[in-house]
């Protein structure tokens, strides 16, 4: 959270320090979005998926035509993409794994959220093993993502750049954080 | 005729216990009742009591004294600060243009002047008593009338004192006899200088108030400790009679005195004990005072010339009443208030028996006149209650009716079918009744105080004047239909009564109650209640949720608690108000703190995990990394 909360050309949105009882402003969410041309879901992977708020969030402002349906245009072309945590390692997240599939197919949903709203869906960011980071590399991970944040508000990925990795984390490695 | 003590206490006890709750019944309250009460055992009729009735009245009038330490209890002094305007100007302005107007009459009918003045100043008197009693039995003490009457009263108290004063100086005896005279009165001030009676008067005053601060608590902190409820009592009814005491012997009211002294006391932790320890006897004590003025009127000199004296009688309280009108409307009470006010106060009071004892003493006023203004003043106490009674009934139906700012006031209230009835539109139920009237839920809505009652009637909103807990009333509004009830009233007692009187003749009127506090909350479970809203309550968590969200606490997690924190206060109140005594209370709360933050660390537990609880198969070794929350997400 802190990696992305001073970022220039960022705007950070605590969904739970602003709406802690799940009362969401519609009004002031769609005007956040509309000023905005990428947004990003960032939360802890609960049971394959967001924390109650972001389900309550996505039911309440991705509201019909205006987000979709026949003249939901609103987000037309904006980008979707999800920065998640989970606790296990990614090895966990596949088919000989615990968890059986790979996060990617658990954020299908969000996928077909984008789709339907005429987003352009971006491959995740994931932080995987949270519980066993240990604080360097942690830090290193938070510069990793803003990093990440200030080259996509820079618009400096081409398009065909993100079919060819499974997380957007692979486009600026840890190696090339300083 | 010389009967035992217990004799005539029965007497007493029984007359009242018989002709106050009949009167009550039929809808004359309680005043009334014992003065009809007083009126059957005396002379005039049954002839139970004779001609200690006079003295009666004097004993009796202690009550009176009581009942101004109790409300003194009840009235802040920041409170008191700011009714100074009212006290001396509707109170100062009342007794002087009251006592001229009465002396100017008197002095039409060929009576000397020094006479004239005595009696306007004896007639200026209202009956504390009587007023204060009656209108905190109609729960009108805190609207505008109720204030102002108050505020008119207290002035009166104080006014007696230099009255008392000036009365020697209107005598027709001669010097030297009139000094023999006042060594009759009690006490040593008398004998003192002129400056020495002053300093002796400041500084009782002093007294009563600097050990009202800090002598009486430390004391009362030690009698409490006694555990023994009766030292309790008999420390408190010692200290009300001491200073009566007190009061009496340097001259002033001791009436003035203990209200002072209650005054002091209102902020003290003891003040509810103190009110519920003395009020019994105050009741008593009013009660045998009333029945007191009831016997004390001399039937027979009426029966002499009853036209002229009922003319007397009609023609004074016309009189006080249209001096009070002209007072009231200065001071800008609506009209309907100013009814209740001019009217109610319209009597001669108990200090005008005082006043005359005196002026008999001073030889003022002749024999006959003398016993003629008792009987006058005894009648126009007695009026008093049908007068307030025809008030109600049919004055301020028939005012409201043509009230200009609102023309479509017809009967007070209409007859209703809403499914909602909100008792009480103060800041609490007119939040309610606005968030109801928001979701279009038709409310018929009840309020005491006929001034606020204008004034939101003002802004649109349909309130109806009226008292919410007399059943003929409920009916009108609908109780007999409508699904719920918001008792939001702010008078714990009047709620109390309300509560019986919907459960007895709306039993499937479903209640929703506010509550002062956890301690009203426990008389309200167990009065059978189960939707209680404590005031603060919700209020002082959400304040507690945001201390924590400036120490730095995520809002998210500080409102969850806060809501545990709610859940769990309810369930341990249904339990704490079935205890009695305060030993098991002490511990039951105690157990509960400690059941709460246990609740509180479990559900921490929830939103804090610092495990991974299996989702990777794998163990969790022992050692773990401690981040906070913001890593993780």
């Known amino acids: 959270m802190k990696y992305c909360r001073n970022l220039e050309s960022v705007t950070f949105n605590d969904l739970y320090e602003q709406y802690p009882d799940l009362h969401i402003d519609v009004k002031r969410e769609k005007a956040l979005l509309l000023r905005h041309d990428i947004i990003i879901l960032q939360h802890p992977f609960y049971w394959y998926s967001g924390p109650a708020i972001i389900k309550q969030w996505l039911d309440l402002v991705l509201e019909y035509n205006w987000a979709y349906g026949p003249q939901g245009t609103a987000l037309n072309g904006k980008k979707l993409l999800s920065a998640i945590s989970c606790g296990a390692g990614k090895e966990a997240y596949s088919p000989s794994g615990h968890n059986h599939y790979p996060v990617t197919d658990f954020l299908l949903p969000y996928k077909q959220t984008a789709f339907l709203c005429r987003m352009d869906w971006l491959p995740p960011f994931v932080v995987h093993n949270t519980y066993r980071i240990k604080n360097e590399s942690l830090e290193k991970i938070g510069k990793q993502y803003a990093a990440l944040l200030q080259a996509l508000s820079r618009n400096e990925f081409h398009v065909s750049q993100y079919p060819e990795v499974d997380y957007i984390n692979e486009l600026i490695t840890l190696d090339e954080v300083r | ?264 006391l209102a902020n003290s932790e003891y003040r509810h004990e103190l009110e519920s320890d003395i009020d019994p006897f105050k009741g008593l004590l009013l009660g045998l005072f009333f029945i007191a003025v009831g016997a004390s009127i001399d039937f027979s000199l009426i029966m002499a010339k009853p036209w002229i004296i009922l003319g007397i009688v009609l023609a004074l309280m016309l009189v006080k009443a249209i001096v009070l009108f002209i007072l009231g409307r200065s001071f800008k009470l609506s009209k309907p208030q100013n009814f209740i006010f001019s009217l109610g106060l319209s009597q001669v009071g108990e200090f005008a028996f005082v006043l005359l004892g005196f002026s008999s003493q001073e030889n003022i006023l002749s024999k006959e006149m003398n016993d003629m203004m008792v009987a006058i003043v005894a009648i126009s106490m007695a009026l008093t209650p049908l007068i307030m009674l025809l008030n109600e009934k049919l004055i301020l139906p028939r005012l409201c009716a043509g009230h200009p700012e609102t023309p479509q006031r017809e009967p007070d209230v209409e007859i209703q079918e809403q499914p909602v009835i909100i008792a009480g539109y103060g800041h609490f139920g007119s939040t309610v009744h606005r968030f109801l009237n928001a979701n279009n839920i038709g409310t018929t809505v009840l309020d005491i105080d006929s001034d606020n009652v204008d004034r939101v009637r003002q802004m649109g909103f349909q309130v109806y004047y009226g008292d919410a807990s007399r059943h003929d009333l409920l009916e009108i509004a609908g109780a007999g239909k409508a699904r719920l009830i918001i008792i939001a009233i702010s008078d714990e007692e009047k709620r109390k009564e309300m509560i019986e009187i919907i459960k007895k003749h709306f039993p499937n009127l479903q209640m929703l109650v506010r509550s002062s506090n956890r301690y009203d909350a426990y008389d309200l479970m167990n009065a059978g209640m189960l939707h209680i809203y404590r005031e603060t309550l919700d209020t002082s968590l959400r304040m507690g949720v945001d201390a924590l969200r400036i120490l730095g606490y995520r809002a998210h997690e500080a409102t969850r608690w806060a809501k545990t924190f709610f859940l769990q206060d309810e369930k341990t109140l249904k339990h704490l108000s079935t205890i009695r005594t305060d030993e098991e209370y002490f511990t039951a709360v105690r157990r509960n703190s400690e059941e709460l933050e246990a609740v509180l660390r479990e559900d921490k537990k929830l939103l804090n995990f610092r495990v991974d609880e299996g989702w990777d198969g794998r163990p969790v070794n022992g050692e773990l990394p401690v981040h906070d929350q913001a890593a993780n997400s």
């Open chain 2, 1 to 264: 005729m010389q009967q035992s003590f217990l004799f005539q206490a029965m007497i007493y006890l029984a007359a009242a216990v018989i002709m106050v709750p009949v009167a009550k019944k039929l809808g004359l309250g309680s005043v009334l009742g014992y003065l009809i009460a007083g009126i059957l055992i005396g002379p005039a009729c049954l002839h139970l009591i004779g001609q200690e009735g006079n003295d009666l009245l004097h004993f009796a009038e202690f009550g009176v004294v009581m009942m101004l330490f109790v409300i003194g209890l009840e009235l802040e002094p920041t409170v008191l600060w700011k009714m100074r305007k009212s006290i001396a100007g509707t109170g100062g302005l009342q007794v002087v243009i009251t006592t001229v107007v009465v002396a100017g009459l008197a002095l039409l009918f060929n009576i000397s002047w020094k006479q004239a003045l005595a009696l306007g100043m004896i007639i200026s008197m209202s009956s504390t008593a009587i007023v204060l009693q009656s209108l905190n039995e109609k729960g009108l003490m805190k609207s505008a009338a109720g204030q102002s009457s108050f505020a008119v009263l207290l002035f009166q108290d104080i006014a007696v004192i230099p009255m008392l004063a000036i009365f020697p100086l209107l005598s027709a005896l001669p010097l030297t006899e009139r000094n023999n005279v006042a060594h009759n009165e009690p006490g040593f001030v008398n004998d003192l200088p002129a400056w020495g009676q002053t300093l002796a008067v400041l500084g009782s005053v002093g007294l009563v108030i600097v050990a009202g601060r800090y002598l009486l608590r430390p004391l009362f902190r030690i009698i409490a400790k006694t555990g023994m409820r009766e030292m309790f009592t008999a420390f408190a009814l010692l200290l009300v009679v001491g200073i009566a005491q007190l009061m009496t012997s340097v001259g002033l009211s001791p009436a003035l005195g203990t209200f002072l002294a209650g005054v002091v």
